[in-house]
Every structure is written in structure tokens, then in C-alpha cells.
């Protein structure tokens, strides 16, 4: 099995709302991260989770909060976001985080924020 | 600081004919060099990757590519390229020493395969 899934697959939220991602990876992987893609831009890194501890967070605002439940598991809570917050936001999983191991992608949650 | 660039926005090939998707980085030490391919509404599939050794790289769906550290290249390659090839490719670089796996992506290519 070499999927990562997402779901929802669409969200769409108000301002005010509070929602979560979720991710989910049965290879395991030990590193698994975030990325938020604009329309035809490359995916930009959020956050990278390794061995179920934050390891990296790319200065991304405190509205986004992550958390990494257990090994499989992936879960992105937002709140109060921005109209600009709407995007395309992938997670990837690896076999580890330090070395030359492939990212698989799931197929992303596209968000919308009105 | 590690940089990609891939300076064509698109490429356009007829079906039957060869493609190349442009690809140049910039890193510090040795490089691991991934593509990946992009269809719409989808997240990113894994191709093919360099890490060392031999200097032409065999992925998936017949897909090839060429590490050349003179020019810091590596370009995308298919012999014969398909309609169902049209999508969206990014290169990726992270140097040999950067802890937590850090991609950085190039700009993108949309590769267009017309009948």
C-alpha cells in the first residue's frame, strides 16, 4: 500500500469556523508533512513531523495547528483563517526525514475560506 | 541555500515524439533530485529520483532522466510521449546534508502532448 489519503477532499469555511484536516499513511513512514500549493505554484513546506514530534514548522501563522496523533495519523486544525488561506493543502509521507527517501502525496484537501 | 529552475512554463509535443522538461538546481554538496508529475485536482506522484551512481535514471511510465553535475542539470526525458503524459511536472532538490527532508521545488512545467 503506498497511499496517503485526505479527507475532505473540499472544505469550504468562514473566517470564524474552526475545521481539521486529516491525513492518514499505513506504509510506515516515520516522517510525514504538510504543504500548502497555490493554483499552478509548487507546494510549499508548512510543517514536518518526524517520528510523531514537530521537527520543522516554516514560520506558518498560529492559525494553523498541527498534530501527529500517532505514526499513521496527520491532522491539520484551522482556525479564524484569512480568504488568502484558501489553497490546495497536501500531505506527504516518507520513510524517514533524514535521508534520500521518495515524499508520497496524498491527493490533497482543496480549501476555501469565504 | 539550495534554488531549482525549471524555465519553461510549458512544453508542447506532439504524441509519438520525444519530450524533455527542463530542470537546473543550485546546492550545496551533493544533490538528491526528485520529479514529480501533477494531474489536475491531484496531489504530486512520485517519478524517479538521483541519488547517486549511474547517471541516467529510469522511472515510472517510461520515464528517464539525466543527472549532469557539470551543468547542474537533470532533465526529464520520455522517448515517446503520450496525451495521458499532459500534466503538470515539478523538479525537486534537497542537498545531501539538509536534515528533515527539506524539497525545494522548482516553478513547474506544464507539459502539454497533443494528438
Known amino acids: 500500500d503506498t497511499e496517503v489519503t485526505q479527507t475532505p477532499k473540499h472544505l469550504v469555511m468562514g473566517m470564524t469556523n474552526k475545521k481539521s484536516l486529516k491525513c492518514e499513511q499505513h506504509?510506515?513512514?516515520?516522517?510525514m508533512y504538510w504543504y500548502k500549493q497555490k493554483a499552478k505554484k509548487p507546494p510549499e513546506l508548512m510543517f514536518v513531523?518526524?517520528?510523531?514530534?514537530?521537527?520543522i514548522n516554516e514560520s506558518v501563522p498560529s492559525r494553523f495547528s498541527p498534530e501527529c496523533p500517532n505514526s499513521s495519523l496527520l491532522n491539520l486544525h484551522l482556525h479564524a483563517l484569512q480568504p488568502e488561506d484558501s489553497a490546495l493543502y497536501l500531505c506527504?509521507?516518507?520513510?524517514?526525514?533524514?535521508?534520500?527517501?521518495?515524499?508520497?502525496f496524498g491527493p490533497g484537501t482543496r480549501l476555501t475560506v469565504t | 541555500a539550495q534554488s531549482v529552475a525549471q524555465p519553461e512554463d510549458q512544453v508542447n509535443v506532439a504524441e509519438g515524439n520525444p519530450l524533455t522538461v527542463k530542470c537546473t538546481y543550485s546546492?550545496?554538496?551533493?544533490?538528491?533530485l526528485f520529479w514529480y508529475v501533477q494531474y489536475p485536482n491531484r496531489g504530486l506522484q512520485f517519478l524517479l529520483k538521483?541519488?547517486?551512481?549511474?547517471?541516467l535514471v529510469k522511472g515510472s511510465y517510461g520515464f528517464e532522466a539525466e543527472f549532469n553535475k557539470s551543468q547542474t542539470s537533470f532533465h526529464l526525458k520520455k522517448p515517446s510521449a503520450l496525451v495521458s503524459d499532459s500534466a503538470l511536472y515539478f523538479c525537486?532538490?534537497?542537498?545531501?546534508?539538509?536534515?528533515?527532508?527539506?524539497?525545494?521545488f522548482g516553478g513547474g512545467t506544464r507539459l502539454m502532448v497533443k494528438p
Open positions: 546546492v550545496s554538496g551533493n544533490p538528491y
Open positions: 513531523y518526524s517520528y510523531e514530534k514537530l521537527s
Open positions: 525537486a532538490v534537497r542537498a545531501y546534508d539538509n536534515a528533515g527532508n527539506m524539497l525545494t
Open positions: 538521483y541519488i547517486t551512481g549511474d547517471n
Open positions: 506527504a509521507s516518507s520513510r524517514d526525514h533524514l535521508d534520500s527517501y521518495e515524499q508520497y
Open positions: 506504509m510506515g513512514h516515520r516522517a
